[in-house]
Every structure is written in C-alpha cells, then in structure tokens.
C-alpha cells in the first residue's frame, strides 16, 4: 500500500520561507518521478516542481527561483523548499508520484498524500 504523507505546513509572513516533506512508503521510491502541486480555494489543482529520480528538476513559472525540489533516495523523501514566499502562494500543497504521462498534470498521477496547509500572510 502505497502512503505519501506531508508535513512542514504552516503560517508564514510574506518574504518567510518554510521547507515541506513527503515520506513516501510502499513504492520502490528511487524510480519514480515525484511532483509538488498546490491548491487554493476556489482554484484548481496546480503544478508546483517535479523532480526525476536522477534529480532532474522542472518548475511553474510563478515559483522559479523561490522554490527548490530536492530528493534523498535513501530516506524516500522529497523535499520543497520555498524561499520568498508571497501570499498568492496561500494553498494546500500536495506530493504526488508515479504519473503515467506528463508530469506537470495531476491527473496523470497514481498516488497522492493529504495535503498540507501552507498560509502566507501580508
């Protein structure tokens, strides 16, 4: 049974950074693409950062720059580290694996964690 569970959410201020984590278990971790998505209220789920099991990284446009993807094979986690947070980037952040096309839509994915809040204030 496959579990991604994420934690690090919270409140921050505008400019702050905070540094999420998904444990994934139930899956031969090293050989799956593993992605960031977000959603706010009244919006769609949406694309954050992905990251190939050898590393390869790919972002949204709107976080380029701020946020870093990173992955530890031993552990089977990833990690989304955001820098210069704003608060359009108010949402709950969700970890994915596994996606059977392309890796930038969420419904390509197989699994999915709970999600967790991240709140950005002004």
């Known amino acids: 049974q496959v579990q991604l569970v994420e934690s690090g959410g919270g409140l921050m201020q505008d400019g702050g950074s905070l540094r999420l984590s998904c444990a994934a278990s139930g899956l031969t971790f090293g050989s799956y693409i593993m992605g960031w998505f977000r959603q706010a209220p009244g919006k769609e789920r949406e694309f954050v950062a992905r990251?190939?099991?050898?590393?390869?990284?790919y972002y949204a446009d709107s976080v380029k720059g701020r946020f870093t993807i990173s992955r530890d094979n031993t552990k089977n986690t990833v990690t989304l580290q955001m820098n210069s947070l704003k608060p359009e980037d108010t949402a709950v952040y969700y970890c994915?694996?596994?996606?059977?096309?392309?890796?930038?839509?969420?419904?390509?994915?197989?699994?999915w964690g709970q999600g967790t809040q991240v709140t950005v204030s002004s």
């Open positions: 990251i190939s099991w050898r590393g390869i990284t």
């Open positions: 994915a694996a596994d996606p059977k096309g392309d890796a930038t839509v969420p419904r390509w994915y197989n699994y």
